[in-house]
């Protein structure tokens, strides 16, 4: 077997299409290694978001640089979402790099390696192609949880993102795919499954006839033995009162929702063309609370948009109070090749970004922190990963809203295994518990 070292970069998106790629590759007989020295073929599987991401890729084949010179048989691979960005640049930038593809030719990938090495001049495939369910899987074992993708691409064009660009436009594969590829998963021991999208819940509206998220929901929650759903990532936009209703109703459904706000400046929203309001976000947050009260709310947010002032950033702040998010995800503000917000004059400084990052971080840290103190006492459904890595004495596992917990099972539960365990101990990163007799309803907040 020939050896593969595929690196990953980004998302959620992006170790799905690794994990793809691992598959169809195992099929041309590529096997996995750990490590670079070892490989006949090594892939980046890029992410392109923000600058840093990028300036990682750009590393990291500067120090591949020398084992290409050690070893000239070896072929190096750029793929994801940077191909179709930057694919002239990345050669420019790095000569050695042999093969550069987008997502979308990743059912094309064992030909295009065959090419790069047999003809041993580059190739740079970064156009769009059909839309393609690819369930091969690498051979690594049975495993409790899994991503499926269920659509890709995004049309919602944010002024500061390039996703639009680098994933193309919304196409959604066909529910019973997504529903077969599930059944599968769980066929090989996977109990909790996290539907993929960009603006996940947009899912269907291209398909003939057309569906939606709620409407997947209900058909992947039939999966016997599949214990947990989850869906990310959501846009308020599409965000219907029936989503809300299936989240509410389908017990399989994890009760977290992740919901990107970015800002809490109308002026901002409006600038960045996120289609809402604060006051619509919100009326959503409302909606979820009043379905679901003990619901898990998260969101992306970014500081130093250009433009943002000090009133902007503080109506931000402000939003993280109010809404009491128990995870939040911060960004700096990064500008976007072809994005309309990069080619805006009146950009923030960095150190002014910096400072919004640290103090937005301890406002949700602080948020975040009383939300999760809450769970001191209560006992929650965990779903059982196996042995605790610190202490192989203890067991370690996931709440529904996706906290670690460690705990002290009683030798009978094994992993795959849904147990409530009483919390004892909230530290800031996992939670402590002992096995209990009985759940209380599904209580639970993110971290
Ligand atoms: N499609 C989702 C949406 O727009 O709600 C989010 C997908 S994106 C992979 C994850 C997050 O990255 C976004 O929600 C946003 O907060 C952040 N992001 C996107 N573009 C960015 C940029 N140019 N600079 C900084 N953060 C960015």
New binding site residues.
């Given amino acids: 077997m020939a050896k593969l070292h595929l690196i990953t970069y980004g998302?959620q998106m992006n170790e799905y299409d690794s994990e793809r790629v691992a598959g169809l590759l195992r099929e041309q007989h590529y096997e996995l290694t750990d490590d670079a020295r070892a490989a006949d073929l090594i892939l980046l599987n890029t992410c392109a978001?923000?600058e840093k991401a990028e300036d990682k890729v750009f590393s990291k084949l500067g120090e591949l640089r020398s084992l290409k010179q050690r070893n000239p048989g070896l072929v190096v691979g750029v793929m994801g979402c940077m191909a179709p960005l930057h694919g002239a640049a990345i050669r420019a930038r790095a000569p050695m790099v042999d093969l550069v593809f987008g997502s979308a030719a990743i059912a094309r990938v064992g030909e295009l390696v065959d090419r790069a090495r047999r003809e041993r001049t580059p190739i740079v495939e970064t156009g769009e192609a059909p839309l393609v369910k690819i369930t091969a899987r690498p051979d690594t074992g049975p495993r409790l949880r899994a991503y499926v993708t269920v659509m890709e691409g995004?049309e919602?064009h944010?002024t500061?993102?390039?996703?639009p660009v680098t994933r193309g436009r919304e196409r959604s594969h066909r529910p019973e795919a997504i529903v077969a590829e599930v059944r599968d998963l769980v066929a090989h021991g996977c109990r909790e499954v996290t539907l993929l999208g960009?603006?996940v819940n947009a899912y269907g509206r291209d398909l003939t006839p057309p569906t939606d998220l709620a409407e997947l929901l209900a058909e992947v929650s039939e999966v016997d033995d599949l214990r947990r759903i989850r869906f990310t990532?959501s846009?308020p936009y599409n965000l219907t009162p029936r989503l809300i209703a299936a989240f509410r109703d389908l017990p399989k459904v994890c009760k977290y929702f992740h919901l990107?706000l970015?800002s809490g400046s109308n002026t901002v929203l409006a600038e960045m063309n996120r289609g809402y309001t604060r006051e619509r976000y919100l009326e959503l947050i409302d909606d979820l609370r009043t379905a679901v009260p003990e619901v898990a709310l998260s969101t992306?947010?970014?500081v130093g948009f250009p433009g943002e002032t000090e009133d902007d950033f503080a109506a931000t702040v402000a939003m993280v109070e109010r809404v009491a998010y128990d995870n939040v995800?911060a960004?700096?503000?990064?500008?976007?090749p072809g994005?309309p917000a990069a080619a805006r004059r009146d950009q923030v400084d960095a150190a002014v970004k910096a400072r919004r990052n640290a103090d937005l971080l301890a406002v949700t840290t602080r948020v975040a922190g009383a939300r999760s103190a809450r769970l001191a006492g209560r006992t929650l459904e965990v779903l059982v990963d196996g042995a605790s890595r610190k202490d192989a004495r203890m067991l370690s596992g996931r709440t529904d809203c996706n906290r670690v917990v460690n705990f002290e099972g009683d030798g009978v539960t094994a992993p795959g295994d849904c147990v409530p365990v009483r919390i004892t101990e909230v530290l800031p990163h996992s939670l402590r518990g002992t096995l209990a007799v009985k759940p209380e309803e599904a209580v639970c907040f993110s971290r």
């Fill in positions: 998302c978001i923000r995004c919602k944010c500061f993102c390039v996703v960009q603006t990532t846009n990107p970015q992306d947010l970014i995800f960004f700096r503000y990064s500008p976007r994005t």
